[in-house]
């Protein structure tokens, strides 16, 4: 009985720092067999959200489910990022249809995910508790070369700047880096916003 207990107690601590989800790798890593799995499925303890993927049927959902959601569908690794990253971050609007994650290496996405390989550096990167996501700046780096309207990423730029979330100087600082078209972009966004970005 005390083996049980410890078995559930681990499996609630995982699930509790990931908004109550959890993947079939991981439930066999704390001592769930797949067939202790589909048992807790068919009683309902636990609710089937994708293949692989779980989540404890008494937990509330809340906002960003989604992005805790296919945080742990890539093991840990998908930093939210672009469009969604401008949600959580709440900059300007978007199309929030499929949840963008940036990953340091390729690999196949299921529909509903848009996948960016970009390894992040630590500085790009905030915690959030259950999903990790680019920061202010990154985010509006990113929108700058990605397929966003002009309008998008200046009223996403205006969010920032009139929030005190990112800095003029950082963002003129590394937009080279993020190529020649972006860097424009991002100038006219600056420009559009000239009482912010004096």
């Not at 989604?66 to 990022?81: F, H």
């Not at 998008?152 to 005190?164: E, I, K, M, S, Y």
């Not at 600082?173 to 100038?187: N, P």
Request: aromatic letters at 8%.
């Amino acid at each position: 009985m005390t083996d049980r207990l410890d078995l559930r107690r681990r499996l609630h601590e995982l699930a509790f720092r990931q908004a109550g989800y959890l993947s079939a790798a991981q439930a066999l890593e704390v001592g769930y067999s797949y067939q202790a799995q589909k048992y807790h499925v068919d009683r309902g303890n636990w609710l089937k959200v994708d293949r692989g993927l779980f989540r404890l049927a008494e937990w509330p959902s809340a906002a960003d489910d989604a992005y805790v959601r296919w945080t742990v569908w890539s093991d840990g690794v998908g930093v939210v990022s672009f469009q969604s990253a401008a949600d959580v971050h709440d900059l300007g609007e978007f199309d929030l249809a499929d949840v963008h994650l940036t990953v340091a290496s390729a690999r196949s996405a299921p529909a509903g995910v848009v996948l960016h390989v970009d390894p992040l550096n630590d500085d790009d990167v905030e915690d959030r508790g259950s999903f990790r996501v680019t920061t202010v700046p990154r985010t509006l780096l990113d929108l700058a070369s990605a397929r966003v309207s002009q309008d998008q990423l200046t009223a996403a730029v205006h969010d920032a700047l009139a929030g005190g979330r990112a800095g003029v100087g950082t963002l003129r600082r590394r937009m080279d880096d993020f190529g020649a078209e972006a860097a424009l972009r991002l100038e006219r966004a600056l420009a559009a916003v000239p009482e912010l970005s004096a």
